[in-house]
């Protein structure tokens, strides 16, 4: 039909071509690709909101990193647009990885505030003193429940701090020691129980140990104002370490130990706390590692956990070691004096 009303196929340059085309074939308006851009919603996940945006994008022209993310975080649904805003990035993909971890700690707060609370423990009622309450020994139990009745004992808790002071059984005048088997059953009730007596940390000091803690931005990735990354070698490999006042202790990811060699031993089954409550299995602790920062070299005691954003997470047990410290959190810079030298450390991203 083109060839026929046009008489002379040559005569019809591409330009006609494809814009007859277009009027033929194509969409009957022209599609607006920058509003479909801005007026995109979010649906699903940072992931596919991110796929989606980055389609859309492509068609939209050219637009400056600043536009990019302007429009990207304003289709972020809240809190995640508030957090990443504050954090003012720089580009495109600053943005989208800042979303990302933002949308991870949102998941993870969440999951904590979904578990059910732990039921209460029942105390005993201390309102009666008629009724005392009573703490049996269970093998004393069976004991007078299968054997003629024995003699009934009753202890006040002034006794029992007598008897605690002077190391002796609470059945028996033997002193109470490690392995001691008591030859005489009593049916023991302890009236006015004072449970904070049992419970004061300093009266058992080994209840008093607290577990190790983590900052939650160590886990997630998310690096704020008061922290500084480091690079650490040990031997011959370099790590990535993160310098948290946040942190207690010092840890290191599971995969970074691994590849290293390290030899660790049996932490008994202790568990890392994160900040946002959560518990993190520890899978060992090793001592007196040798670590060298920017030729200075020092020896720490990390537990080794599940790291994903770095290879270690050095707390406030490693920088107590250093002393007085002038901590600069905007240029990423930490100067302290080690054995007569001033040291000073440059963080990743200095600007110094």
Request: aromatic share 8%; hydrophobic share 35%.
């Given at each position: 039909?083109?060839?026929?009303?046009?008489?002379?196929?040559?005569?019809?340059?591409?330009?006609?071509?494809?814009?007859?085309?277009?009027?033929?074939?194509?969409?009957?308006?022209?599609?607006?690709?920058?509003?479909?851009?801005?007026?995109l919603?979010?649906?699903?996940?940072?992931?596919?909101?991110?796929?989606?945006?980055?389609?859309?994008?492509?068609?939209?022209?050219?637009?400056?990193?600043?536009?990019?993310?302007?429009?990207?975080?304003?289709?972020?649904?809240?809190?995640?647009?508030?957090?990443?805003?504050?954090?003012?990035?720089?580009?495109?993909?600053?943005?989208?990885?800042?979303?990302r971890?933002?949308?991870?700690?949102?998941?993870?707060?969440?999951?904590?505030?979904?578990?059910?609370?732990?039921?209460?423990?029942?105390?005993?009622?201390?309102?009666?003193?008629?009724?005392p309450?009573?703490?049996?020994?269970?093998?004393?139990i069976?004991?007078?429940?299968?054997a003629?009745?024995?003699?009934?004992?009753?202890?006040?808790?002034?006794?029992?701090?007598?008897?605690?002071?002077?190391?002796?059984?609470?059945?028996?005048?033997?002193?109470?020691?490690?392995?001691?088997?008591?030859?005489?059953?009593?049916?023991?009730e302890?009236?006015?129980?004072?449970?904070?007596?049992?419970?004061?940390?300093?009266?058992?000091?080994?209840?008093?140990?607290?577990?190790?803690?983590?900052?939650?931005?160590?886990?997630?990735?998310?690096?704020?104002?008061?922290?500084?990354?480091?690079?650490?070698?040990?031997?011959?490999?370099?790590?990535?370490?993160?310098?948290?006042?946040?942190?207690?202790?010092?840890?290191?990811?599971?995969?970074?130990?691994?590849?290293?060699?390290?030899?660790?031993?049996?932490?008994?089954?202790?568990n890392?706390?994160?900040?946002n409550g959560?518990?993190?299995?520890?899978?060992?602790?090793?001592?007196?590692?040798?670590?060298?920062?920017?030729?200075?070299?020092?020896?720490?005691?990390?537990?080794?956990?599940?790291?994903?954003?770095?290879?270690?997470?050095?707390?406030?047990?490693?920088?107590?070691?250093?002393?007085?410290?002038l901590?600069?959190?905007?240029?990423?810079?930490?100067?302290?004096?080690?054995?007569?030298q001033?040291?000073?450390?440059?963080?990743?991203?200095?600007?110094?």
């Open positions: 039909m083109l060839e026929r009303d046009a008489g002379d196929i040559n005569a019809i340059s591409w330009a006609l071509f494809r814009s007859l085309c277009q009027q033929r074939f194509g969409p009957p308006l022209g599609t607006n690709h920058l509003s479909d851009l801005a007026r919603q979010f649906r699903g996940s940072v992931a596919d909101y991110q796929e989606a945006f980055q389609n859309r994008m492509a068609h939209a022209g050219y637009l400056s990193p600043e536009q990019q993310v302007q429009l990207f975080t304003g289709g972020l649904p809240d809190p995640i647009r508030t957090d990443v805003e504050l954090q003012a990035p720089a580009d495109l993909q600053r943005a989208m990885s800042l979303a971890a933002y949308e991870r700690r949102a998941s993870s707060l969440e999951f904590t505030s979904s578990k059910p609370p732990r039921p209460p423990q029942q105390t005993p009622n201390l309102s009666q003193p008629q009724q309450v009573s703490t049996a020994v269970p093998l004393a069976t004991a007078a429940q299968s003629p009745s024995r003699p009934f004992r009753r202890l006040s808790p002034q006794e029992m701090a007598e008897r605690r002071r002077q190391g002796l059984c609470y059945n028996c005048d033997e002193p109470y020691v490690q392995g001691h088997r008591c030859q005489r059953l009593f049916y023991l302890v009236s006015d129980f004072d449970e904070s007596e049992e419970l004061d940390p300093e009266k058992d000091p080994e209840n008093s140990e607290l577990p190790p803690l983590i900052s939650l931005h160590a886990i997630t990735g998310i690096r704020p104002e008061e922290t500084m990354q480091l690079r650490v070698n040990i031997g011959n490999h370099e790590l990535t370490a993160l310098l948290d006042s946040g942190s207690t202790h010092n840890f290191v990811s599971m995969e970074a130990a691994r590849h290293i060699g390290l030899s660790f031993h049996d932490s008994k089954g202790k890392v706390v994160v900040a959560d518990r993190v299995a520890c899978r060992g602790l090793a001592c007196d590692v040798a670590i060298c920062i920017a030729g200075s070299f020092f020896t720490v005691d990390c537990y080794t956990i599940p790291l994903d954003c770095y290879d270690m997470v050095l707390g406030v047990s490693f920088l107590r070691t250093l002393g007085p410290i901590w600069d959190f905007d240029d990423l810079c930490m100067a302290f004096w080690h054995h007569g001033r040291l000073l450390w440059k963080g990743i991203g200095s600007t110094r």
